[in-house]
Antibody, heavy 117, light 111 residues
């Protein structure tokens, strides 16, 4: 059974850092793009970042560029999101998703990040 | 990149059909056949139900269908069931800046 399990969320203060993880099992991982998306309270989904299967190409949404870093460890089938200089508007549930031909075919259940002023 | 525009809510009775619209622009929905739809029961993982405007993943019921007219995509759910009550999101790839844009989500209530 395909599973994507996020962890690492929590409550932090403005300007602090947090590192999210997403462990993938039951699915091929190495050759696929992986993505992070988020959903602020009461809002819709927003795409955040992506990373190629070999880890050598990344793309970010303008809202997180320069503050967030996406990475992966293919030996551990794990995706990461390092979030620095966190802002109140970064408060959201963060989801990891596998990318396939410009769609997201498998998702995790999300992990909540709360940033207080 | 602005979010795609979806109605905040729709409702229908069991057995009926509903359609959710998703309005975009020529830079996203109107550009490529890269529109997808996701069903999300809050607290659970979102699930892909339509890709490339009209395609259904293996295992997704044929009660779900997608279409597009110009810069607006639509999701139709026929034969509504209680379990269809969820949030639905449209999504489009945006090649101009290599990103994806989602709609604001539509809450479907099965009466």
């Amino acid at each position: 059974e395909a599973q994507l399990v996020e962890s690492g969320g929590g409550s932090v203060q403005l300007g602090e850092s947090l590192r999210l993880s997403c462990v993938v099992s039951g699915l091929p991982f190495t050759t696929y793009w992986m993505h992070w998306a988020r959903q602020a309270p009461g809002k819709g989904l927003v795409w955040v970042a992506r990373i190629r299967g070999d880890g050598k190409s990344t793309t970010y949404a303008d809202s997180v560029k320069g503050r967030f870093t996406i990475s992966r460890d293919n030996a551990k089938s794990t995706l990461y999101l390092q979030m620095d200089s966190l802002r109140v508007e970064d408060t959201a549930v963060y989801y990891c998703a596998r990318g396939y031909n410009y769609r997201f075919d498998y998702w995790g259940q999300g992990t909540l990040v709360s940033v207080s002023p | 990149q602005s979010a795609l525009t979806q109605p905040a809510s729709v409702s229908g009775s069991p057995g009926q059909s509903i359609t959710i619209s998703c309005a975009g622009t020529g830079a996203d929905i109107g550009s490529y056949n890269l529109v997808s739809w996701y069903r999300h029961h809050p607290g659970n993982a979102p699930k892909l139900i339509i890709f490339e405007v009209v395609q259904r993943p293996s295992g997704v019921s044929d009660r779900f269908s997608g279409s597009r007219s110009g810069n607006t995509a639509s999701l139709t759910i026929s034969g509504l069931q209680a379990d269809d009550e969820a949030d639905y999101y449209c999504c489009s790839y945006v090649s101009r800046n290599t990103s994806w844009v989602f709609g604001g989500g539509t809450k479907l209530t099965v009466l």
